[in-house]
């Protein structure tokens, strides 16, 4: 087919994912631009998510470009994706999953051995999402959450300089662009434990309902094991009608014998108390709903 332009966010991490897409394109003999488009997201930097109105503050400029032709593919982090698609729009392909966890970054001036986590008392971490903080706080109730805004090498500077005795920050990024943190500790969660944002670590490709030649085509990137962990973690997401700004965590993996393993953890609020839910079926069917339901009963306990 004809050149395909890539919609992408201008964040380091977002050109990643672009590049990675256009690579993979580009070893199947396809030619590929990549366009820069800013969203809601990138604009507003002074305000954590939770006071950002409405969904899709990172994905609804792409989807707009979409639908307008401008670009053909837009290339999401998926946790940022609203579970429901606009009219005309649909996700392609799933990309692999890199590491589903979130990390702590913490100041070494900032550690006391013998403490949970190795933060000093009353430490100051710095997070924006809604979920991370309720989390944290559920480990050390005595920490105070400050927001904080910007890409992650931006982050990492702000802790640096001491505005922050640590950060929270998803794996798959720091991964991902390779970043050096050895003037750092760096503490990583399990995911079990510690309950990552639905589908984090994945890469969604959205097209055009329309376009069905480049359907097929972004089909040979698909990974169809991956998809169905995240269906069950973003169908928990859209029981609950929530977004980026939801204190919720859901996170599911298969074992060796095809068994579904669902960890999600549910705040009313970022600074209410966490209620937890572990779950296991043979099958994912009908698993999202039962999580679901398990967390209902759990917020009326």
């Not at 990549?34 to 990138?42: P, V």
């Not at 305000?47 to 290339?75: C, M, N, P, R, W």
């Not at 005309?88 to 070494?108: F, H, M, N, T, V």
């Not at 992650?152 to 802790?159: A, D, G, I, S, Y």
Request: proline residues 4%; charged residues 25%.
């Amino acid at each position: 087919m004809s050149k395909i332009i890539i919609g992408t966010r201008g964040s380091e991490l977002a050109l990643w994912q672009a590049h990675f897409i256009k690579g993979q394109l580009e070893n199947i003999g396809q030619e590929v631009e990549l366009k820069i488009i800013t969203t809601k997201g990138d604009a507003i930097q002074h305000l954590s998510f939770d006071k950002i109105e409405g969904k899709g503050f990172f994905t609804k400029e792409l989807e707009d470009a979409l639908l307008s032709g401008e670009i053909d593919l837009a290339v999401h982090s998926m946790k940022d994706l609203p579970t429901t698609q606009p009219e005309g729009l649909r996700i392609a392909a799933i990309s692999y999953r890199d590491l589903p966890e979130d990390w702590l970054i913490i100041k070494k001036d900032s550690m006391e051995s013998g403490r949970v986590l190795k933060l000093k008392a009353a430490p100051v971490v710095g997070s924006s999402s809604a979920r991370r903080k309720a989390q944290i706080l559920s480990i050390r109730p005595d920490a105070e959450i400050k927001d904080i805004r910007g890409n992650v090498p931006t982050r990492l500077e702000k802790l640096r300089k001491g505005d922050y005795d640590a950060i929270l920050l998803a794996g798959a990024g720091l991964n991902r662009l390779k970043i050096d943190l050895s003037e750092f500790e760096v503490l990583k969660f399990s995911p079990r434990e510690f309950v990552p944002a639905p589908a984090q670590g994945v890469l969604a490709l959205q097209i055009r309902h329309e376009d069905k030649l480049l359907y097929q085509l972004l089909r040979n990137l698909h990974n169809s094991d991956v998809v169905q962990c995240t269906n069950v973690e973003r169908k928990v997401l859209q029981l609950f009608q929530g977004g980026c700004h939801l204190p919720l965590g859901v996170y599911c993996e298969r074992d060796d014998q095809g068994y579904f393993h669902v960890w999600a953890a549910k705040a009313d609020a970022w600074n209410a108390p966490l209620k937890r839910v572990q779950m296991s079926s043979s099958t994912h069917a009908g698993l999202a709903e039962k999580v679901y339901k398990a967390l209902l009963v759990a917020d009326s306990e």
